[in-house]
């Protein structure tokens, strides 16, 4: 069974950043996508960014583009999402997801099978 658990989150002020991580375990890391979600009280549950097995090719939501990046280690069974530029509008609980088809372009959240417990982030103006 697949396990994820995130890390990383916590308060901080616009303009900072803040690095997390996902450590997936259980199965071969190298062969599912990973994709990140956040959910801020009130909303749905959104796409933030996602990148193939092979980390060789990765998709980002139109909102975080510029500021987000999402990286793999898959000798350390790792996904990584380097945020930065932080706003206040970033605040939310962030997930982590596995996609054991592979893709990056899945950008709903019932495209993918397993889900982390989400982290915390927290952004003051």
């Known amino acids: 069974q697949v396990q994820l658990v995130e890390s990383g989150g916590g308060l901080v002020q616009a303009g900072d950043s803040l690095r997390l991580s996902c450590a997936f375990s259980?199965?071969?890391?190298?062969?599912?996508?990973v994709g990140w979600f956040r959910q801020a009280p009130g909303k749905d549950r959104e796409f933030v960014a996602a990148?193939?097995?092979?980390?060789?090719?990765?998709n980002y939501a139109d909102l975080v583009k510029d500021r987000f990046t999402i990286s793999r280690d898959n000798a350390k069974n790792t996904v990584f999402l380097q945020m930065n530029s932080l706003k206040p509008e970033d605040t939310a609980v962030y997930y982590c997801?596995?996609?054991?088809?592979?893709?990056?372009?899945?950008?709903?959240?019932?495209?993918?099978?397993?889900w982390g417990q989400g982290t915390q982030v927290t952004v003051s103006s």
């Open positions: 990148i193939r097995p092979s980390g060789g090719s990765t």
């Open positions: 259980g199965r071969t890391f190298s062969t599912y996508a």
């Open positions: 997801a596995a996609n054991q088809y592979g893709s990056s372009r899945v950008t709903y959240p019932q495209g993918y099978d397993y």
